[in-house]
């Protein structure tokens, strides 16, 4: 699977052609995504019932000419798995019954075993494994310990961040155990995805870029890294790729690109060129479409895809994807001139032996 384009692409290795998938791939702009999911009770019911959760993960993949299937499942499964008490309410986004905003309350946070706790993710990506057959790579991914912490002390999808932000400034050992706890919890079950069959791991950290600076390193990347560091101890010398994406990430991007990630996401307000000259040939860099691109007419999307494929230039290491998640309302058939864009124009930036390194 090593010698597969995606996989290839991050290690900076020679390319045919710039490999392609799109974060929220799988999901509601799919027909064949919405009939499923009209079929079980609740989006959570249907990330844990491996068989279905395996099959949306290959309804992209088998409509598409896409370079990896991620793995159908959510950010929010490792606080559920901890008792939150989760529910997903239709139109309105997450809710927990039981938001950590005490001593008290993470206190009682438990100690979960991902294998057990959290093991459909781990038959989702075996099922789905056995379906692909090693044709394209398969991502598994988790939340950063910070991204996921702003949805279990906010109770509910982050506006303000105020009672996030109350507890960082007023009490931020508190804050420091919970991200402690969740980096715990990420090593183990991002290492138990890779042992189901995982080849590539990304880390989304949708909220990072509202914290300032300092906060940033501190309550962030630091904990990212720390996942990193112990993922490439437990792994050793077959480590599989890590994708590192922080939404507005921009300004401290020259952290980031020296976090230790193999891949580094960027949403569309970063300029690839820019992003790449940061980056000396070190990190792979995967990016960067703006989602909403895709309501435009054909002759821009095309447009939109040769100026992405331009800015970062010629040779190997990049990744090509949206800036952030698909649009539930987007027209389906709108992917495939992205697609068909992408295989007309990348070839030419990979014509010559050009080797990123
Ligand atoms: O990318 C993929 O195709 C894989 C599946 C995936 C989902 N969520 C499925 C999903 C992935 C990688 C995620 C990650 C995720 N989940 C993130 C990080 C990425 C990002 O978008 O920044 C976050 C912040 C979440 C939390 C989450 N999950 C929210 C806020 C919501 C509700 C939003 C909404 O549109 O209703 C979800 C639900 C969710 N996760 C859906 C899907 C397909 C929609 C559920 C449905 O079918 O109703």
Redesign the pocket.
Known sequence: MTNHRLIQAIQGKAVDRTPVWL??????YLPE?RKI?SSVKD?LT?CKTPELASIVTLQ?VTRYPLDAA???????TIPDAYGLGLS?I??E??RFLNPIRSEAALQKLPQIDPEETLGFVMETIRLAAKELRGKIPIIG?A?SPW?IAT?MVEGE?PRHFSIIKRMMYQSPHLLHALLSHLSETIIAYLFAQIKAGAEVI?L?D?WGGVLSHPDFLQFSLNYMKNILQSLAEKQGDKAVPIILFT?NGGPYLSDILNSGADCVGLDWTTNLQVARKLSQGKVALQGNLDPATLYAPKEEIVKAVGTVLEQYGNGSGHVFNLG??MH?DIDPDQVNILLEALNTLSPEYHSERSDRL
């Open positions: 974060m929220r791939q799988a999901g509601r995504y999911r989006f249907l992209p991620i793995i159908f499942s959510d950010i929010l997903f239709e139109g986004g997450p991914f939340g991204t949805y999808s990304m989304f949708t939404k952030h998640g539930p």
